[in-house]
């Protein structure tokens, strides 16, 4: 299996094919398989029309709770930067990410006390809210990444 950035588009409908199978995708945009599975590829060009997109999005919404290629085109938004902007520093890129991990395990210790809603598993809520965290520290990490392949913008 080749290797997808994590919080690229191929990543997005990775996860989309994985949640919602290659069929049920196939059929929310009335396109092949194979089609689907080129947008997942990160060596191709293909990728969805933004209607595909969004009814993709919306059936696996609809199912699991969010909507992976919608986070990554917010993504990209967010992280583009205004010509005055300057680049990341490393050391609030650092802190951000102690900030989301620390999140992170804060919901995990409150999803697993005997206060959560399910009190054994997690349940749809919880697993979202887990799922939101994790996008969180991916973001960060893609920003640290973006940081360190960047040496001649400096480490401030």
Same mark, same amino acid.
């Given at each position: 299996?080749?290797?997808?950035?994590?919080?690229?588009?191929?990543?997005?409908?990775?996860?989309?094919?994985?949640?919602?199978?290659?069929?049920?995708?196939?059929?929310?945009?009335?396109? @092949?398989?194979?089609?689907?599975?080129?947008?997942?590829?990160?060596?191709?060009?293909?990728?969805?029309?933004?209607?595909?997109?969004?009814?993709?999005?919306?059936?696996?919404?609809?199912?699991?709770?969010?909507?992976?290629?919608?986070?990554?085109?917010?993504?990209?938004?967010?992280?583009?930067?205004?010509?005055?902007?300057?680049?990341?520093?490393?050391?609030?890129?650092?802190?951000?990410?102690?900030?989301?991990?620390?999140?992170?395990?804060?919901?995990?210790?409150?999803? @697993?006390?005997? @206060?959560?809603?399910?009190?054994?598993?997690?349940?749809?809520?919880?697993?979202?809210?887990?799922?939101?965290?994790?996008?969180?520290?991916?973001?960060?990490?893609?920003?640290?990444?973006?940081?360190?392949?960047?040496?001649?913008?400096?480490?401030?």
């Amino acid at each position: 299996m080749k290797h997808r950035m994590p919080g690229s588009l191929s990543d997005a409908v990775t996860i989309l094919l994985a949640g919602l199978g290659e069929a049920r995708a196939s059929e929310v945009i009335s396109r @092949t398989p194979s089609l689907i599975r080129k947008w997942s590829d990160p060596d191709s060009d293909h990728c969805p029309s933004v209607i595909q997109a969004l009814r993709l999005d919306l059936a696996f919404k609809q199912q699991e709770g969010y909507a992976p290629v919608y986070d990554f085109y917010k993504s990209v938004i967010d992280n583009t930067k205004s010509p005055e902007q300057k680049p990341p520093e490393i050391k609030n890129t650092a802190i951000q990410m102690s900030a989301a991990v620390g999140a992170l395990c804060n919901s995990v210790l409150k999803f @697993t006390s005997e @206060t959560s809603e399910s009190k054994q598993e997690l349940s749809q809520n919880e697993r979202v809210a887990l799922a939101a965290n994790y996008r969180d520290i991916v973001s960060i990490a893609a920003m640290l990444e973006k940081i360190l392949q960047q040496p001649e913008q400096g480490v401030n």
